[in-house]
């Protein structure tokens, strides 16, 4: 049986104990009226709700280790929608930022998605406002749009195909050559792909805060130190951090690349959340972090760490924060995603 423990809430937070740890909690203003107990054994009630609920926990690789390790699926953008469109759980909890819930509620209209903090964002999302991407489709009519996942529903719902860092290359080379595309809203990805493709994309100007933070001057010195190492990287980095990389790919491609290549040590330019699944799956590599530029903890996503175990077991229990949108707009984003998924099979 779990022993509850009784959290008192001072103004933005509080301190508990979590198996005789100390750890710090912040209140959740929008649960007022729902239940703030704790149980010592987070992992285990978390389990026992996931059967009282017939619930799934898809969980993306840069969330905390303690949330990966409580996960049902741990994937990249790509592997996280395609569990949530054939999950035969009633309830979706979706350990990750607000667009990847999102994506979960536009293929699950009628199941009860669960994000443990609604303020899990994402810089790049925010870096394409809908009005201001409406008036620049408008003045291209004849362009087709291709949005990266990392965006809002809104977004989504004025695309006409949705890709993810795994399939964006694959995805345009399947549209006809004379078709000209709009490519939204990750230039750095963008950029990539034209590179890969030899495809010229308009690009809208948006970029993720965590990703563009990596020192070059810095992984060059680690590659000094390390003359063994392979730095290995999410598409996106900017180009000079792309060039000192033995590989790019998305979180998912990254992890394998890590298992299957020869190399004992890897600079990983991405969030280090990753770093506790590749840890996990290759114990007798070294994995080393590529630094900010920076003295601050900026390569860690602030987004995708405002959730905690904490949080996810209070969402489970009191069933919310739920993930909510207008219909018109759901039906509109459907669409394009589901083209995504029949393009990547
Ligand atoms: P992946 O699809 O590669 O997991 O990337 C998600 C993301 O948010 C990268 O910043
Ligand atoms: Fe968004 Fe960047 Fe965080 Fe990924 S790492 S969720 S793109 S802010």
Excluded at 112 to 119: E, G, Q, S
Excluded at 124 to 140: H, I, N, Q, T, V
Excluded at 236 to 242: F, G, Q, Y
Aim: aromatic letters at 6%.
């Amino acid at each position: 049986m779990s022993v509850l423990v009784k959290i008192t809430i001072i103004t933005s937070g509080c301190f508990i104990a979590i198996n005789s740890k100390p750890v710090f909690t912040t209140a959740l203003p929008q649960q007022t009226k729902a239940s703030s107990f704790l149980p010592y054994d987070l992992f285990g009630a978390i389990n026992t709700l996931k059967k009282e609920l017939n619930a799934v926990v898809l969980a993306h690789y840069y969330q905390d280790p303690d949330i990966q390790d409580v996960a049902d699926y741990l994937g990249d953008s790509l592997g996280l929608s395609q569990q949530a469109a054939s999950t035969s759980a009633d309830v979706i909890v979706f350990a990750g930022v607000h667009f990847m819930a999102e994506t979960a509620k536009i293929l699950n209209p009628d199941k009860l998605v669960l994000l443990p903090d609604l303020d899990a964002g994402c810089s790049l999302a925010d870096s394409c406002p809908p009005e201001e991407f409406a008036k620049f489709k408008a003045a291209y009519p004849d362009h087709l749009v291709v949005s990266y996942i990392n965006c809002s529903a809104e977004i989504k719902a004025m695309s006409d195909i949705i890709c993810t860092s795994s399939n964006a290359v694959r995805i345009v080379n399947q549209i006809p050559e004379d078709q000209p595309i709009i490519f939204a809203p990750d230039r750095n990805l963008g950029r990539y792909v034209m590179e890969q493709t030899g495809r010229d994309l308009l690009l809208w100007q948006g970029s993720c805060i965590v990703h563009e933070t990596f020192s070059e001057k810095k992984i060059i010195q680690l590659k000094i130190e390390h003359p063994e190492a392979e730095v290995i990287a999410h598409p996106e980095c900017e180009p000079p951090v792309l060039r000192h990389a033995s590989y790019i790919g998305s979180t998912t491609a990254l992890l394998k690349y890590a298992q299957t290549s020869p190399a004992s040590t890897f600079i990983v330019a991405t969030e280090p959340g990753i770093i506790h699944q590749m840890q996990k799956q290759t114990p007798n590599k070294r994995f080393i972090p590529a630094p900010a530029m920076n003295n601050c903890a900026c390569n860690e996503c602030p987004y995708m760490r405002l959730n905690t175990l904490e949080k996810l077991y209070l969402a489970m229990k009191n069933r919310q924060p739920e993930i909510t949108m207008p219909e018109h707009i759901r039906v509109a984003a459907l669409r394009p995603i589901e083209r995504m998924l029949e393009m990547s099979v």
